[in-house]
């Protein structure tokens, strides 16, 4: 595996690389990698002929009262998870690297932000826009891999990716579950013991949703309360959101027709769960 720091080097490799007709799958993370990213880098190798891993901490993403400093960062054990699952280059250059000068002009997200969590994080999707705009060009993928469990995101790179023309193939890839259905991720372990044994619970109220409109029911508002009822009944987690929309553009429905997400958040004692499943009506 080739470890990259420099913006030039890596151009100059995937220069090389495309000239001799190979194509590339890239997946962008911000490190500490997890199976999800496992995931997405499994299905990147088996698509493509070489596979292009970044790990890069973005600060542009991090609102005023997040975590950039304390974002978990481990390289020498990513790069080891890295090795291990066949990631041909790895990209990891410095905040100096990416931003070297205050930048004189950045990405701004007009829509498909101000819903589900991108409603309380102002700022976010610009920051991950500019940041996916330099990476696409530095690392010039044929297809780019993103997790549905971050669907809000995956809607924002769909869009930037039509309106500035990157002749890129964006492939969302599908949530990974626990046995029980419960949405795999770190964060799960913050669950007590009862919660996760309720939690499983999140993922039924979405299937039972969609059986309800695979059935003929087409009114969000009576699937949102079916997903409300079910999650107060079987669990003792707090609703943050219940919310139905046109997907990837993340519009309103009054009518639950074409392709559709139900998306979920859920607080417990120390930790908020998100969950959501896309399907054709
Ligand atoms: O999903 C992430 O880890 C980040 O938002 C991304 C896509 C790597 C951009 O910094």
């Known amino acids: 595996m080739k470890v990259i720091t420099s913006i030039k080097e890596m151009q100059q490799y995937i220069m090389t690389v495309k000239q001799s007709g190979k194509t590339v799958g890239f997946v962008p993370t911000m490190g500490y990698l997890h199976e999800g990213h496992l995931t997405l880098m499994n299905q990147a ?52 690297e990416m931003y070297p000068t205050k930048m004189s002009l950045a990405a701004k997200v007009h829509s498909r932000i101000d819903v589900l969590c991108g409603r309380q994080r102002n700022g976010h999707f610009d920051g991950v826009a500019t940041v996916l705009i330099k990476l696409f060009n530095i690392v010039q993928p044929d297809r780019a891999y993103f997790g549905l469990k971050d669907a809000q995101q995956v809607a924002v790179v769909d869009g930037l990716i039509t309106d500035f023309n990157f002749p890129i193939t964006l492939v969302p890839v599908e949530i990974v579950r626990e046995e029980d259905g419960l949405a795999k991720s770190s964060r799960n372990v913050n ?17 039972m949703a969609k059986q309800a409109i695979l ?66 009506v």
């Open 191 to 207: 669950l007590t013991d009862q919660e996760r044994i309720e939690a499983y619970r999140l993922f039924e109220s979405l299937q």
């Open 45 to 96: 190798k088996n698509e493509n002929d070489l596979l292009a891993v970044s790990i890069f901490v973005n600060p542009l993403q991090f609102g005023p009262n997040e975590d950039f400093d304390s974002y978990p960062r481990d390289f020498e054990r990513d790069s080891q998870l890295a090795e291990k699952n066949g990631v041909d280059v790895l990209f990891h250059p410095s905040t100096e």
């Open 215 to 280: 059935d003929g029911e087409r009114d969000p508002k009576v699937i949102e309360e079916l997903i409300q009822n079910h999650i107060l009944e079987h669990t003792s987690g707090d609703i943050d959101y219940v919310e139905i929309y046109r997907y990837p553009e993340l519009d309103e429905l009054t009518e639950l027709t074409g392709k559709i997400i139900i998306a979920i958040a859920v607080k417990f004692t120390n930790v908020r769960l998100i969950d959501n499943i896309t399907f054709d």
